[in-house]
């Protein structure tokens, strides 16, 4: 399936992933895309310029310009 339009997927945990393209490989389990894309949720945030899926949704990798941003309060509610 390719999306050639942006979209935005919003999940139930909060996560908002907002996409410029993509390709959807539904048999492989599989998504790419090489457009800018940008994941964020409420103590985190990561962009890159590509993504991809893959081992279905089990490997995510970013490239190209990876920035991540974590609030520091959620990694020391972690450790506590």
């Given at each position: ?51 991809k899926i ?13 920035r991540v941003?974590?609030?520091?309060t959620a ?6």
């Amino acid at each position: 399936l390719d999306m050639t339009a942006p979209f935005t997927i919003n999940l139930s945990s909060g996560i908002e992933a907002k996409f410029q393209s993509s390709f959807l490989d539904v048999k492989g389990g599989a998504m790419e895309t090489t457009e800018h894309v940008s994941i964020t949720a409420k103590e985190a945030a990561i962009v890159a310029d590509s993504l991809k899926i893959t081992d279905n949704g089990r490997t995510v990798s970013f490239k190209g310009s990876v920035r991540v941003n974590i609030e520091p309060t959620a990694i020391r509610k972690q450790g506590n």
